[in-house]
């Protein structure tokens, strides 16, 4: 019996030193970005808007949502949810039946502002719903009166080993007409759960003086996915938004504000580190733009947080992190070779299964490799094949304004596997404690055809060498 589905392969490839570069190359000028009145708020007074999801806690019995009003009235800050379903139960002992209304419960959100230069956001709400029952779907409101507006999420199934779940993977997204491709192909299809973003988010920093309305049209761009499941988020250099020509020197302000995560459950003392497990898939999220240097507190953190690791329970093991530590492409080539150098040993001795990574804004799969006998003396400096090592994934391919990095190395080096100038997203889908399905799709391909294929044999409990 075939235990896993079988994908179309269609792509104009060439092999070069064992790996595949695609010669399907998409044009390289700049994507075009969508304008500002593409996104109107919604109807209504004070209607909330940008509304956005997170995981609320470390086990995934707990939902951020976050949304944004244009003022901060009496009410405006709480979000009421229920469990969808059964309404109405039979009374077997009167003989007769009773509508039973679902239980509805209220919680209140923290509410807050920025200014960035001249520019002063709405009001910003992020309720932490917890103690939710898992593998549940709820319905939730927010605003008032005549503008409340209704969504809906499912809670994951309970933390455990051969918990089927399936991720969507993308990153460098911005909100071009290009990224609309990426994001409703990505929704098209029915198996996504939840969100891998590997940072770079709205790209306001393209635009003079870090022009805040686009992290506004962001938010309304990406709601019609993000209030329906949550996005876990890495934070890249287009959030940064440091700026001290215009007396802007507190780094990652924006996103900040708008984008909040449970990190305080992982123990970390930062919202751009942090970890959460969700069904079989332990996650770590990585801060490139953060000190990682030894006695760090990013260092000392991830250090710990390995060890907490528990294979037996989330036997899958993730990391993102914005900039790629195996990068053939000439753009942001070698950016994080200092971060590599310093945690990829710790990788492999894990047995990471996967690292994802954005900031290229094309595509690359890399084979299961180390670089970790260099020691300056010795001269091993070059890359190579270890089952114990995770596969790096660079995902910076959502569609951004900046266009395609479609200027790759060559010959393509042998830590490569397949390599392609184009955008669009992945998806992970984990079907037990041995075995998951990745697939990636440009944007040019229908949603049942993948681009790049093949099946994941988890590093913990299958340490052999995958026919990629």
Known sequence: MNLFPIFVFLAITSVINGGITSKYVRQAQPSLEMPLETFLSPSGYNAPEQVHLTQGDHD????????????????????TYWIAGNSTAANTTAGNSTDVKPAKKKAHASTSSYRFYDYTSGYLHHANIKGLEYNTTYIYEVGTDRSVRQFNFTTP????????????????????YASNETLYHYMSNPKGQAVLFAGDLSYADDHPNHDQRKWDSFGKFVEPCAAFQPFIYAAGN?????????????????YTHRYPNAYKASGSISPLWYSVRRGPAHIIVLSSYSAYGKYTPQYLWLEQELKKVNR????????????????SNNYHYMEGESMRIMFESWFVNSKVDMVLSGHVHAYERSERVSNIKYNITNGLSTPVKDPNAPIYITIGDGG??????????????SYSAYREASFGHAVLE????????YTWHRNQDNEPVAADSFIVRNRHTLLDDERI
């Open 430 to 437: 984990i079907h037990n404690q041995t075995h998951a399905t």
């Open 157 to 176: 199934p309970p933390v455990g080993p051969d918990v089927p779940y399936t991720f969507g993977i993308m990153g460098d997204l911005g909100q071009t």
């Open 238 to 254: 287009h959030e940064i938004d440091y700026v001290p020509s215009i007396d802007e020197v507190h780094p990652f302000k924006p």
């Open 400 to 413: 951004n304004i900046e266009g395609i990095a479609n200027s790759f190395t060559d010959p393509q080096p």
């Open 60 to 79: 995934g019995r707990a939902m951020i949502v976050s949304w944004v009003t244009p003022l901060n009235l009496a009410g405006s800050d709480i979000v």
């Open 312 to 327: 037996e329970e989330t036997p899958w093991l993730i990391v993102m992190v914005h900039s790629p530590w195996y990068n």
